[in-house]
């Protein structure tokens, strides 16, 4: 199971907390917290169950408090945490109190749950689970409702955290679908849906329309839209279930639309035009050609946001949040020399967007891929996409209970690579990276949002042993 951290903390084994300097009373709220988040892994025994009656009761026994504040819900298969990272920068920037909501966690569990940019602390959180606990035990008595899973217990814990410190919005982005994740119970001021590509078909279906219908399913009655999909099939569904809601959906490419020049990476240049502005020269500073859909859909956001009236019309403080907008791992620098880039790209269409981007901005540079990935992902069609990047694959795997052993990983692999390398953890496929760079090469690692926690803690180390640049 992978390990679950919370700021401060060196692991979540309670008993092996060893910080210096600490006060008693600090040491006992930091076990407390870790016994608290003991309690909410051991959830994930039950799996996922899409549905809402769960959150419904959890949430009404906490007195709804995701009624206390609008919410901007995002969806979609790839560019949510894109999305809701430019949209709550600008928020913060225009002085709001702005809740974000966003999963997986990266490296701590805190990551989930913030405001303004601060994470929940150790000690909230071992309220808010205290504060559920005797919920739970009634939710397990009665026959109508189910023990809640780990997801349906973090978003009402999210809820409550934001009005508990009484934010001005929310940004909150869906777990998985939309029409039955358990985020699916705010009062949006307005509903994003990405794109719409093949994902968790188990879960939500294994057509195009059938997953549009799981997306679709957040659009609320009389609540506008803004979406990136493009397939006909896909946009008529959007369509139908707006229709159905009386909400006014707006498209990128048909109502609102961008240009992007890329600069020195990562930062880029957009322009973006709308049924009423025309915005030159929007600084970003997140990496590749896919972002120029996510940065357009979260200006057009901020604009219907600002026709109703609930946000300024200010100009200055929207270029300052777009371009201090950061969301890790998308085709993050981790370090100058060699230079090191990390990507949670891992299913097919992320996949293309990132080798799209990685050769165009890249071109003519040998890449060293070293690739980690979870075992119920579309692994070999992944692999036949990266392999347009080069020639030597490093196959490992990140520390989580689905990943996928490294060893199958490199079966695959070499039907498709001429040159595979098999290293068990993350640590040494990155030192074998390291060893076969050349000065000029760079390293990609990719496949999975579950690498970035076993890359970044091991990372440091590696690199200031070998006097390599760490950017700040």
Known sequence: MMRHRVPGFLNTDATSITESGKTLSECHTRK?????????????????????????????????????????????????GSVVAFIHSVLMHMGYKVGRFIS???????????????????????????????????????????????FEAVTAMAFEHFARHKVDFAVVEVGMGGRYDSTNVVEPCLSVITNV???????????????????AGIIKPGIDVVSSAEQPEVRKVIDARAGEC????????????????????????????????NLKNMEINLAGAFQEGNAAVALMSLELLQRKGLIPADENMLRKGMADARWPARLEKLSEAPLMIL??????????????????????????LVV?????????????????LGDTIIASQPVYERAMPAVRLAEL???????????????????????????????????????VAGVKNSLPEILSSRGAFLPP
């Open 32 to 80: 407390r917290a870790m016994n608290s988040l003991d309690y909410l892994l051991s959830f994930q025994r039950f799996g996922i169950k899409l549905g809402l009656d769960n959150i419904t009761y959890l949430l009404e026994r906490l007195g709804n408090p995701h009624h206390a504040f609008p919410s901007v819900h995002v969806t979609g298969t790839n560019g949510k």
């Open 413 to 451: 692999a070499r039907s498709i690579f001429p040159t595979v390398r098999l290293e068990q953890t993350l640590r040494q496929a990155l030192l074998e990276a390291l060893r076969l760079a050349a000065p000029n090469d760079i390293i990609l690692i990719a496949g999975s949002l579950f690498n």
């Open 343 to 368: 990507d949670g790209a891992h299913n097919p269409s992320a996949m293309r967007c990132l080798v799209d981007a990685m050769s165009a901005l890249f071109a003519n540079r040998r890449i060293l």
């Open 197 to 215: 590509h093949l994902e968790h078909c188990d879960y939500l279906g294994d057509t195009l329309e059938q997953i549009a219908v799981e997306k």
């Open 246 to 277: 009386g909400a006014k959906i707006y498209y990128l490419s048909r109502d609102f639309s961008s240009a992007l020049r890329p600069e020195n990476f990562p930062r880029q240049w957009l322009d973006f035009t709308s049924p009423w502005t």
């Open 104 to 150: 997986p966690h990266l490296i701590d569990f805190s990551e989930r749950i913030s405001v303004n940019d601060t994470c929940i602390t150790a000690s909230e959180i071992d309220e808010l689970v205290n504060l559920i606990r005797p919920i739970i035990v009634e939710m397990q008595e009665n026959p109508r409702l189910s023990h809640p899973t780990f």
């Open 372 to 388: 980690g990935m979870l075992g119920d992902k579309d692994v070999s069609t992944c692999l036949r996409i990266l392999r347009a």
